[in-house]
């Protein structure tokens, strides 16, 4: 492979990496707080001081309380955010092992067998990208990741 090619290629992965750790890294913010919001709602609806607070209420919908923290914690068995915020935490660490050795190999491209490691890193984030398709694919979200990551690096080795 032609030097300048080389080099493209080691620059776009490791932005692509960055970007790939950075959103991985946003989604468990978000399972989070989204697995926390429900459990709010769960003890809001299931609390007594929110049966009292209605006491004078219809019954339909001092009925509706109980339903919904029924349906809140059926909801957060079947979702499993928690685990699924694991999951993209351990995928976001993975990534960020994967931009560091594309950056260690973007600073050393002129030494001896600097397209095999490559090589040898482009295979191990394939593992990352097969555990990462379980996820939503938010274009947006990752254009503004791409566009963080390629802002650090281009300040970085300017």
Known sequence: MEAQ????????????AAMRANYFGEM???????EKWIRVVILVASSGAAATVLAKTPDWL???????AAAGSFWLILSQ?????????DIHAGWNSVEARY???WNSLEEP????????????ANAL??????????????AHCLDQASQIATVRYA
């Open 113 to 124: 067998g600097s397209e095999m490691l490559f090589d040898q890193i482009y295979d191990s």
């Open 28 to 34: 468990v913010l978000w399972y989070q707080n989204l």
């Open 5 to 16: 090619d080389f080099r493209r290629r080691v620059w776009d992965e490791m932005l692509f």
């Open 62 to 68: 001092k009925l509706g309380l109980p339903i919904i």
């Open 129 to 142: 990208s097969k555990a990462g398709t379980k996820f939503p694919n938010r274009q947006k979200r990752l």
């Open 81 to 89: 955010f928690g685990m699924l915020a694991r999951e993209a935490s």
């Open 103 to 105: 950056e260690r190999l």
